[in-house]
């Protein structure tokens, strides 16, 4: 005991001079933020700039250095060579630019993860220590090579199971959950660590089952290439894509708290400005939705809007009269299409051809020579006629993708002529009111129109002499200032009416990506990818042109009716041979006992199951119960309202979740709220809204479980949950972290074996 205490203490320093270093760096960004903002937007442009660039470097750091605050040191390595390396979530340098804390992802710190007894690479000893907040509580030893350790580590024990760090890992992992995810930092594993660092380059698909850490690697691979990659990936920035905006609530702490702030987050509903998708549909019409033959309807849809004229149109300039030649509409639509550039842009080339046609016909009729400058006077002449400007925007209009496409599901005429590929009932699903929300499946449409019809010159000129006006606005004000003000002259109108401009919020480089539309990101991250339809590929790709990506996933939990069951189908026609693929094997989350029913059940169902390995058994895990249908709803409240008693003792807290079909949930909430877990319960209203998963009791949909861990989740009716799905129940069964009851009235599926009741 002595020697353990002894242990404490010399950790206890040591992390306590890491803290007062971090706490020193803190107040001196502090202080140099505060010293650049004082100065305020004054001085030239060049010294605005620098004043700002430098304002953003403290700013990012600070909020670097104060997001680690938790578990700042949980590793430490003794070296062959006597060296001894902490390691943590940042590197931290003493003020002589000593090592004094290992960045985890400095490849100098890669041994703590992947040394062995069998491959040391150098390691005598690996320590994870353990703290609470800044206190060290314990210390967790390997002893990897005997030999050199010789009698002074004789305390040190040889982790078993080929778990590193097996104590400080089982201890995370029995630990309550909390309504944000943790990360794993400190307990990585060795297979989870060679994905966390393979190549930027190219598409790592990486395959695993529930429980395996997938979310947690995508995260940290996310953070260890911003930190490898840096120079790169912070000018384009880095875009993770998850399922819902309550999965992205979920990890949202996850980056900042391993040292990154800057990566863009979205959801595929999300991902084209402007357009907020909210809307619901049936699974049959989003399967419809998802399909690859949409590419070929919507370009044919655009191309329907360029049409030649059956009769000529005859227009009257003053006095003169031009005609509208159908030959000529469809000569100026040919030549525009041979430059392959987009619908708008190609437009502008359509119609100075036509504008072109037309004042020569014009000329003839002049009987004189006209100077050039004269032309161009009788171009603009009948650019500005209205007759003129309806007859060519019959021929080529300008178009909005939300215009496109909506026109596609509002109008069956326009379906029914760019859709042949779709059957006359899959056309009639599509139709809806033109009042009708977006949905998460139209995303993926507008963009693939929005790259065909690419921008609106029209629009662009409009925005153009909005900006002039504007400029002139703000020239006016700074006039009006400076003549009240009694100006000096030594400031001009322009040079104020430029502070005025520069004196708004500064956009990150996250903000502008996800703003932009044609932004192209250096890496993007997708976590559930198996729920993306074949559209929703194309719509990513476009934002990843060098196809570096990390996409994690698994295809035995697929959903979604147009999503993956097969990474080799799905991707092999989008990415061909660049990318691979890398599996975990291993389940950390759910109990033996659970994980091995949910794998029956999968296998029976058909799913692809990926074959795993638990790391753990929790006694008890497993309890099914069988009630009359009446009794199904009250029975779920008392096992709910058990656990949660059981879980509130518990110093680490804890989260309960009745996971139904979307019908039961109403009932679930106004039971629970009767037995007076009305101050426990998610307050989202029943049946919409994002779940608060800071709630103790979370009421949700298999599907809304996606991502998700809960220590106890109570599933009712798992047949009707069948009915919908089998990856549906694979995922609500797979998400407990200690115990998962079942509740039914109808008999288990087939394959659903429970120990007990």
């Given at each position: 005991?002595?020697?353990?205490?002894?242990?404490?203490?010399?950790?206890?320093?040591?992390?306590?001079?890491?803290?007062?270093?971090?706490?020193t760096l803190r107040e001196q960004t502090r202080e140099r933020l505060a010293a650049v903002r004082r100065h305020g937007p004054s001085g030239s442009p060049q010294n605005r700039s620098e004043r700002d660039a430098f304002a953003t470097l403290y700013e990012d750091r600070l909020a670097q250095l104060e997001a680690?605050?938790?578990?700042?040191?949980?590793?430490?390595?003794?070296?062959?060579?006597?060296?001894?390396?902490?390691?943590?979530?940042?590197?931290?340098?003493?003020?002589?630019?000593?090592?004094?804390?290992?960045?985890?992802?400095?490849?100098?710190?890669?041994?703590?993860?992947?040394?062995?007894?069998?491959?040391?690479?150098?390691?005598?000893?690996?320590?994870?220590?353990?703290?609470?907040?800044?206190?060290?509580?314990?210390?967790?030893?390997?002893?990897?090579?005997?030999?050199?350790?010789?009698?002074?580590?004789?305390?040190?024990?040889?982790?078993?199971?080929?778990?590193?760090?097996?104590?400080?890992?089982?201890?995370?992992?029995?630990?309550?959950?909390?309504?944000?995810?943790?990360?794993?930092?400190?307990?990585?594993?060795?297979?989870?660590?060679?994905?966390?660092?393979?190549?930027?380059?190219?598409?790592?698909?990486?395959?695993?089952?529930?429980?395996?850490?997938?979310?947690?690697?995508?995260?940290?691979?996310?953070?260890?290439?911003?930190?490898?990659?840096?120079?790169?990936?912070?000018?384009?920035?880095?875009?993770?894509?998850?399922?819902?905006?309550?999965?992205?609530?979920?990890?949202?702490?996850?980056?900042?708290?391993?040292?990154?702030?800057?990566?863009?987050?979205?959801?595929?509903?999300?991902?084209?400005?402007?357009?907020?998708?909210?809307?619901?549909?049936?699974?049959?019409?989003?399967?419809?939705?998802?399909?690859?033959?949409?590419?070929?309807?919507?370009?044919?849809?655009?191309?329907?809007?360029?049409?030649?004229?059956?009769?000529?149109?005859?227009?009257?300039?003053?006095?003169?009269?031009?005609?509208?030649?159908?030959?000529?509409?469809?000569?100026?639509?040919?030549?525009?299409?041979?430059?392959?550039?987009?619908?708008?842009?190609?437009?502008?080339?359509?119609?100075?051809?036509?504008?072109?046609?037309?004042?020569?016909?014009?000329?003839?009729?002049?009987?004189?020579?006209?100077?050039?400058?004269?032309?161009?006077?009788?171009?603009?002449?009948?650019?500005?006629?209205?007759?003129?400007?309806?007859?060519?925007?019959?021929?080529?209009?300008?178009?909005?993708?939300?215009?496109?496409?909506?026109?596609?599901?509002?109008?069956?005429?326009?379906?029914?002529?760019?859709?042949?590929?779709?059957?006359?009932?899959?056309?009639?699903?599509?139709?809806?009111?033109?009042?009708?929300?977006?949905?998460?499946?139209?995303?993926?449409?507008?963009?693939?129109?929005?790259?065909?019809?690419?921008?609106?010159?029209?629009?662009?000129?409009?925005?153009?002499?909005?900006?002039?006006?504007?400029?002139?606005?703000?020239?006016?004000?700074?006039?009006?200032?400076?003549?009240?003000?009694?100006?000096?002259?030594?400031?001009?109108?322009?040079?104020?009416?430029?502070?005025?401009?520069?004196?708004?919020?500064?956009?990150?480089?996250?903000?502008?990506?996800?703003?932009?539309?044609?932004?192209?990101?250096?890496?993007?991250?997708?976590?559930?990818?198996?729920?993306?339809?074949?559209?929703?590929?194309?719509?990513?790709?476009?934002?990843?042109?060098?196809?570096?990506?990390?996409?994690?996933?698994?295809?035995?939990?697929?959903?979604?009716?147009?999503?993956?069951?097969?990474?080799?189908?799905?991707?092999?026609?989008?990415?061909?041979?660049?990318?691979?693929?890398?599996?975990?094997?291993?389940?950390?989350?759910?109990?033996?006992?659970?994980?091995?029913?949910?794998?029956?059940?999968?296998?029976?169902?058909?799913?692809?199951?990926?074959?795993?390995?638990?790391?753990?058994?929790?006694?008890?895990?497993?309890?099914?119960?069988?009630?009359?249908?009446?009794?199904?709803?009250?029975?779920?409240?008392?096992?709910?309202?058990?656990?949660?008693?059981?879980?509130?003792?518990?110093?680490?807290?804890?989260?309960?979740?009745?996971?139904?079909?979307?019908?039961?949930?109403?009932?679930?909430?106004?039971?629970?709220?009767?037995?007076?877990?009305?101050?426990?319960?998610?307050?989202?209203?029943?049946?919409?809204?994002?779940?608060?998963?800071?709630?103790?009791?979370?009421?949700?949909?298999?599907?809304?479980?996606?991502?998700?861990?809960?220590?106890?989740?109570?599933?009712?009716?798992?047949?009707?949950?069948?009915?919908?799905?089998?990856?549906?129940?694979?995922?609500?069964?797979?998400?407990?972290?200690?115990?998962?009851?079942?509740?039914?009235?109808?008999?288990?599926?087939?394959?659903?074996?429970?120990?007990?009741?």
């Open positions: 005991m002595a020697g353990i205490e002894s242990e404490l203490r010399d950790e206890q320093q040591t992390v306590d001079e890491l803290y007062a270093r971090l706490d680690v605050e938790d578990r700042l040191a949980f590793g430490r390595l003794d070296l062959s060579d006597g060296a001894r390396r902490y390691i943590g979530r940042i590197g931290l340098t003493d003020t002589d630019h000593a090592s004094l804390l290992t960045d985890w992802r400095a490849p100098a710190a890669q041994a703590f993860y992947r040394a062995t007894a069998a491959q040391p690479d150098g390691v005598v000893r690996r320590r994870h220590l353990v703290t609470r907040g800044r206190s060290v509580t314990g210390v967790e030893d390997e002893v990897l090579d005997l030999d050199q350790l010789g009698e002074d580590g004789a305390d040190g024990t040889v982790s078993a199971a080929g778990l590193s760090g097996e104590g400080a890992l089982l201890a995370s992992l029995a630990a309550g959950r909390t309504g944000r995810m943790a990360d794993i930092v400190a307990t990585i594993q060795a297979e989870q660590d060679a994905i966390i660092r393979s190549d930027l380059q190219g598409s790592l698909v990486v395959q695993g089952g529930p429980g395996t850490g997938k979310t947690a690697v995508a995260l940290h691979r996310a953070a260890y290439l911003l930190y490898a990659h840096r120079r790169m990936l912070e000018r384009s920035g880095v875009l993770l894509v998850g399922p819902s905006r309550t999965f992205l609530r979920y990890i949202d702490q996850v980056l900042p708290s391993l040292g990154e702030t800057g990566v863009v987050t979205s959801t595929i509903a999300e991902l084209f400005p402007g357009v907020v998708a909210t809307g619901s549909e049936p699974d049959v019409v989003t399967e419809i939705k998802g399909r690859s033959v949409w590419t070929r309807i919507i370009e044919r849809a655009v191309r329907q809007r360029e049409r030649v004229p059956r009769e000529a149109t005859s227009i009257s300039v003053d006095g003169r009269t031009v005609v509208v030649e159908p030959s000529d509409v469809a000569s100026a639509i040919a030549r525009a299409r041979r430059g392959h550039r987009p619908h708008n842009q190609a437009r502008s080339a359509f119609v100075r051809d036509m504008l072109s046609r037309l004042a020569d016909q014009y000329v003839a009729q002049l009987g004189w020579p006209v100077a050039p400058d004269d032309r161009a006077e009788i171009v603009e002449e009948l650019r500005t006629t209205r007759e003129v400007r309806i007859a060519l925007n019959l021929a080529w209009m300008p178009l909005t993708p939300q215009g496109l496409v909506q026109d596609l599901f509002t109008k069956p005429y326009r379906l029914d002529a760019a859709a042949p590929e779709l059957s006359r009932r899959e056309r009639g699903l599509l139709q809806r009111s033109p009042d009708a929300p977006w949905t998460a499946a139209d995303v993926p449409l507008l963009d693939e129109a929005a790259e065909l019809l690419g921008e609106d010159d029209q629009a662009a000129r409009a925005q153009a002499r909005a900006d002039a006006a504007r400029r002139e606005s703000e020239l006016e004000y700074a006039r009006r200032v400076l003549q009240s003000s009694g100006g000096d002259g030594l400031v001009s109108a322009e040079m104020l009416a430029d502070r005025f401009a520069s004196s708004g919020p500064r956009l990150t480089t996250a903000e502008r990506a996800a703003a932009d539309r044609t932004w192209t990101y250096g890496h993007v991250v997708v976590d559930e990818a198996q729920e993306l339809s074949s559209m929703a590929w194309r719509m990513l790709l476009r934002r990843v042109p060098t196809r570096s990506m990390t996409i994690v996933g698994d295809v035995a939990q697929t959903s979604s009716p147009a999503g993956a069951h097969s990474w080799t189908a799905m991707l092999d026609p989008l990415l061909r041979s660049s990318w691979r693929l890398s599996e975990l094997t291993v389940n950390y989350r759910t109990p033996a006992e659970v994980a091995d029913a949910a794998q029956r059940m999968a296998t029976v169902a058909g799913l692809p199951v990926s074959p795993l390995t638990s790391a753990r058994d929790v006694a008890g895990a497993l309890l099914s119960e069988q009630v009359a249908p009446d009794d199904l709803v009250a029975a779920a409240v008392r096992h709910a309202q058990e656990w949660l008693t059981g879980l509130d003792a518990d110093a680490g807290g804890g989260r309960v979740a009745v996971v139904a079909p979307a019908a039961l949930l109403p009932d679930v909430r106004a039971a629970a709220q009767e037995a007076g877990l009305g101050a426990a319960l998610d307050p989202r209203a029943a049946g919409g809204g994002a779940a608060n998963l800071d709630a103790p009791l979370s009421l949700l949909t298999p599907r809304e479980t996606k991502g998700l861990e809960f220590d106890v989740v109570v599933l009712l009716e798992p047949d009707q949950v069948l009915a919908g799905g089998a990856g549906d129940l694979y995922v609500a069964m797979t998400r407990p972290t200690q115990a998962l009851r079942i509740v039914h009235s109808r008999e288990l599926p087939t394959g659903l074996v429970t120990p007990g009741t």
